[in-house]
């Protein structure tokens, strides 16, 4: 057997290093005359450049020879079919090198664009009208086969999502006259009969097939479209009540039958769920929240839910029953009984509640909240007696929200309306009106810099709003009003110098916000305003924050300064919250 040295390794291995160099070098090309993605459609024709430089000469012959035709099948599909081409091949001891020198002569253009639909029907769906009465290919436009090749094919695709499955080109031409620099168009479309959705065909999954049908939505005898249907797969898969939804309707172009059964297969989610958190904030300190649901109570698909919170400051424990109404997806009706208390530097109370409420999402993303609500309230505000008060307060609410679901939401706009009141004629222990509205919205000025804006107004019509529990009355100061003072420790004073809170509201902020790091940005602000009764004694906040915007959403630091302290030793405050900015 031979003996193998280190130096007869070395010199192998140099041996296979240049043969695999030389078996993976390509050959260039270089295009001269044209640029952009001409010239790159060029490249892309030419298999020449596919050879390695060691590939066999009978090889690169043939593929030389197929170098014209590729290159004006390149130059083809952009209009241009009078070209003169020139190539320069040379070769080396290494490799070798193609030389194309493109002189691509006058662009075809298109001239006549006639596109035709023979049985247009009355009322024509708004897409597919405006793709045939304003195609985008325009008399005088420089010809790219590609702009033809995908309107025919979206043209086409367009038909069958509005329910026209057997919609078809009687005549596609696309006439090119290269003397004449000019193409002509002509497109003839035959829809056929329109399709209409039939019934849904649903897997069984314990919930009643006439529940289902209202939750998906009802469509049957209503013209197919692709549309509906993405719009039925929204319903069933943002109601909560299912893991999987897949939609297959049956659509049968050899039939006379011109009807789209939908089949619909679901899986529900599991019927029960718990979860629990741990958080912070400085109006309540740190706080345990903890919820049960069953998300399907019965068939009729009634769900409930517990909700526990539990802080310093702040505990609640509520009930939620909740009952699908006409249409699940947009109304149901609410029926909540809890309990809360909480403490604050102004006021300490405890309420027992119970209300019925109407929910309704209505057009344009506006949601309708009516309710009727039972409120047991036992209060003690600043150094006042303890009192009880029973409130049976009907309200109506109107609410808005236009935003990306974003981590960081770069624009957006949220408004909500409430109208509450409540009188002795209906067996409550006080009179009152009360109007609130607020808004907040962001504006971005670039990707990174964005600016929040917040305003919060309120009022009152009461005679003496010390008839009134502090759930009723109007506090401010905290992390989500005037940051710089602590949580709902703004508004009227009584004699004894209590904040007793008042029966007007006005809050204002603005706030810029500045991404430094992917999941990091600082921001500067200032908040004005105050709760008060007839004497408006404005109350001024500024600082500086850093934001996170972590997985469980953004969590907010603020150091804020007030600029009307209540106690001079007041220099600054800190405030953590975590949440959505809308």
Known sequence: MPRITPHGLAITALGVLAVMASAGARAQLLVQGVEGELADNIRAH???????????????????????????????????YQPALKASFTETDDCWQLLLDVTPGERVRLRNINVALADRPPALDGELAEMLDHPPLDAGDPLVHQDYDSYKTQLLETARAQGYWRAQFTEAELAIYPHEQAADVKLALVLGPRYYFGDYQFTDVGLTPEFLRRLAGNVQDEPYTSEAVQKIYS?????????????????????????????????????????AGVGYSSDQGARVRADYRNRYANPKGHKWRVDGLYSRTFKELGFTYTIPRND??????????????????????????????????????????????????????????????????????????????????????????????????????????????????????????????????????????TDLPPSVRFFTGGDNSVRGYQYNALGPKNDAGDVVGGSHLVVASAEFDYLFLPNWSVSVFADAGNAFDTVFELKRGVGVGVRWYSPVGPLRFDLARPLDPQDPDDKFRLHLSVGADL
């Open 46 to 80: 030419i298999s020449l450049t596919e050879e390695a430089c060691d590939a066999p000469r009978w090889r690169l012959v043939q593929r030389r020879k197929e170098v014209p035709q590729q290159a004006k099948v390149a130059l083809n599909a952009y209009g241009y």
């Open 235 to 275: 319903r069933l898969q943002g109601s909560d009540y299912f893991r999987r939804v897949l939609l297959n309707p049956h659509v049968n172009t050899q039939s006379d039958d011109v009807t789209v059964p939908v089949e619909v297969d679901l899986a529900l989610q599991s019927q029960t769920s718990v979860s």
């Open 328 to 465: 699940p997806a947009r109304e149901w009706y609410e029926i909540n009984a809890g309990v809360l208390s909480e403490s604050t530097v102004s006021y300490d109370t405890e309420a027992q509640t119970t209300q019925v409420r109407a929910v309704e999402a209505l057009p344009y993303d506006w949601v309708l909240s009516s309710a009727i609500n039972l409120r047991n309230e036992t209060y003690i505000i600043g150094s006042e007696p303890e009192e009880t008060k029973l409130l049976v307060v009907p309200g109506v609410g109107f609410s808005w929200v236009d935003a990306p679901k974003d981590v960081r939401q770069l624009e957006g706009i949220r408004f909500e309306a409430n109208l509450t009141g409540s009188s002795q004629y209906w067996l409550s222990d006080a009179d009152f009106l009360q109007v609130r509205v607020k808004s907040k919205i962001i504006l971005p000025f670039s990707t990174r810099l964005r600016l929040i804006a917040r305003a919060e107004a309120a009022t009152t019509l009461k005679d003496d709003i």
